[in-house]
């Protein structure tokens, strides 16, 4: 069961942008698995990809199309993750796009693939040609629902959100989705999502803005400390609207915007991770810098012994503090650290804090939304990282995936 | 169940060393919890600590104690961490040194404190000093079996070795005791091994030693990747024998036996690391150095999809590959790297091996000891890590630790 998640009720059309989703059958059955976007023409394209050595095929022909300029298609496969699949993947996703741009008449390199679900086994092509006409058949507009559905894996809810900008010229829509519940540790992107909106801005422009979200976003999640060969999120923006951003302050209102709906998808794939029963928001401050902050903070959430004892809502903050003093600080003095789990002060001067009482602790541990604090005492630095518990069924979704 | 490990039937005593074990009450019912070793005079003691920055009292003092020489006494206690409990904790652990002393007539220096449990809560001394007249009466010579299952907490079985060792001026004896089976990471030591020979060595030979067998073995396992904040690795050599090795080839002989009673412990711990039902060897090669194959090894011996797909005895190789990927390896030539697990050539070409089957994958994961090596084909640099699979008992045995 998600945390405080549900599935949106209804996602808002973005001028510019039509999509349809088909059952292709390759992985699953009696569900829809095949996503087609269409951007219209002249429509700036942004992305970000994991930095994972092993990145899977598609993350590779998908960063070439997009060095070539002009993308109009995404075409999204749910099921088979086309990773680890050599020089045979890669000139599978190559025919995968060249089967769309015969259909839709366009180049290849117009076509960007991305492919999530199971490692190293082959794509099959075939049906996925056979799908491509009923895909082209059915492009609409209002078809954001069915997209969000048909991209999801181990997720139990689908993940979507769209928002209204009003800018100095005009009203501009973003509506973006997203998958992913097992194997998320970003590294400059997370396991698929897709953004459009129909302002009109530039390649360049809609980069960097994607690039700064994502790294307070989608690079701040982690469910399990993997980091997957197929992460990608995309921002298209069909200029659909004729609505430029005139000036910082317009420019301000579209990132605020961005921010807050990469925030939401990149906490929703948390509160939807895989086995989870609470929602940990995880902040350290008091660091030397911002990657030693981070680095306590990713040593904090991949402990296996303080992620087991949130899922039993047990105030055994000695984990919590044995995790800080193994992340590798120089020099901590642990006389100087405080930690606070929500409204209740736990640790000061190294140790339990005076008025600390397993009760209080035991309060606020029984919350489904936990916020840890840890204060590192050695200057003003701070990093903020969202994750979730360990639980039983983390480990059978994970040895049962595959079954 | 420990994976193919039984508790020893018998320990040699060790001339100059007597132990005794007693109930003392200090978490556990109806067990020892409390042990004292006693060395005899002119005992030289070697030691390596946790270097986690939130270590605990007992292994301040510990470290304090030794600095100052001439230790004789060894006190341990299970169920009780003594970590994360600040000032208190410290003016706890001396007092209980000091009264070893008073009981057993010697300096509080002389004392060297131990503690493994659950952290964060105070360590009852009054139950300690209580004890103490009973552990000194019943001290032996003939009394490891006891010692030996008395520093267990979650582990399920007693884990300790004999050896004899022929140097060329006589014959001595090495017998060696340790717990530990979560909040496994051992960094320079691990969680309370306790080792001792008649050899007669000074100190800092005895250090030198003991340092080199622990690199090779504790500091190569890991259960879940949380160093203890209690870690803590003791050798004494009385020399009761009168034997003193006498030459580099003497040497050689008691430090290959020293590893090998290293290695044997170290690995008894994985082979019962909580919930463990696969013990791994994962040997990464072809680094460009040992810190860069270690990382390797590390992030996949840390991996929990890695570890609950080996739970599953699924050949998941993707999740490997991917951990690899993800290892933070500054241009890793996927193309270049190659996978067997077992006699399975799986990965090559940084993909799927061609003559690899799914059957042949089962059936070597079906083990219960799986050889996993990666060969990353840039370089001659090596490690070795030994880990354990992530099961549900894992989930169980840390979410109900405290309870």
Chains 1, 2 share one sequence.
Not at 52 to 65: D, Q, S
Not at 114 to 122: A, P, Q
Not at 219 to 246: E, K, Q
């Amino acid at each position: 069961m998600p945390i405080n998640l549900t599935e949106p009720t209804e996602l808002l059309p973005v001028p510019g942008i039509r999509l349809a989703a088909v059952e292709a059958g390759i992985r699953y059955k009696s569900r829809r698995d095949l996503v087609l976007m269409e951007a219209c023409a002249d429509a700036s394209v942004a992305a970000v990809f994991t930095r994972n050595a092993f990145c899977a095929a598609p993350v590779i022909v998908a960063r070439e199309h997009l060095a070539v300029g002009g993308a109009r298609y995404l075409l999204i496969n749910s099921g088979n993750a086309n990773a680890g699949t050599g020089e045979r993947g890669l000139a599978d996703a190559r025919a995968s796009c060249a089967h769309v741009a015969e259909v839709m008449g366009c180049r290849a390199e117009q076509v960007l693939p991305f492919s999530t679900g199971v490692i190293g086994e082959l794509l099959p092509v075939p049906r996925i040609r056979e799908a491509l006409p009923g895909l082209a058949a059915g492009l609409g507009a209002d078809r954001w629902m069915g997209a969000m559905r048909a991209i999801m894996t181990t997720d139990t809810v689908g993940k979507g959100i769209s928002r209204r900008i009003t800018l100095s010229r005009g009203t501009v829509t973003l509506t973006g989705i997203a998958k992913g519940s097992g194997m998320i540790r970003p590294d400059m992107a997370t396991m698929l999502a897709f953004l459009a909106s129909d302002v009109a801005m530039s390649g360049a422009e809609l980069q960097e803005m994607l690039g700064s979200a994502v790294k307070g976003s989608f690079n701040c999640i982690t469910v399990d400390g993997d980091t997957s060969t197929n992460d990608a999120c995309v921002l298209v923006a069909t200029g659909a609207s004729g609505v430029r951003p005139a000036g910082d302050e317009d420019r301000r209102r579209f990132a605020a915007a961005l921010q807050a709906v990469c925030d939401y998808l990149a906490q929703a794939i948390v509160r939807d991770g895989e086995g989870a029963t609470k929602f940990i928001t995880l902040e350290v401050s008091g660091a030397r810098t911002p990657a030693e902050a981070r680095q306590v903070a990713d040593a904090v959430a991949h402990s296996p012994l303080v992620k087991t004892a949130l899922f039993a809502s047990d105030p055994n903050w000695g984990r919590i503090l044995a995790a800080v003093g193994r992340a590798g600080v120089p020099d901590l003095d642990v006389s100087r650290v405080r930690m606070e789990i929500g409204d209740v002060l736990i640790v000061e001067g190294g140790g339990r804090a005076a008025r600390y009482t397993e009760e209080a602790g035991k309060r606020v541990m029984a919350q489904s939304e936990i916020p840890i604090h840890i204060h590192l005492g050695r200057g003003s630095a701070e990093a903020r990282v969202y994750t979730c518990d360990f639980s039983f069924d983390y480990v059978r979704i994970n040895a049962e995936y595959r079954s």
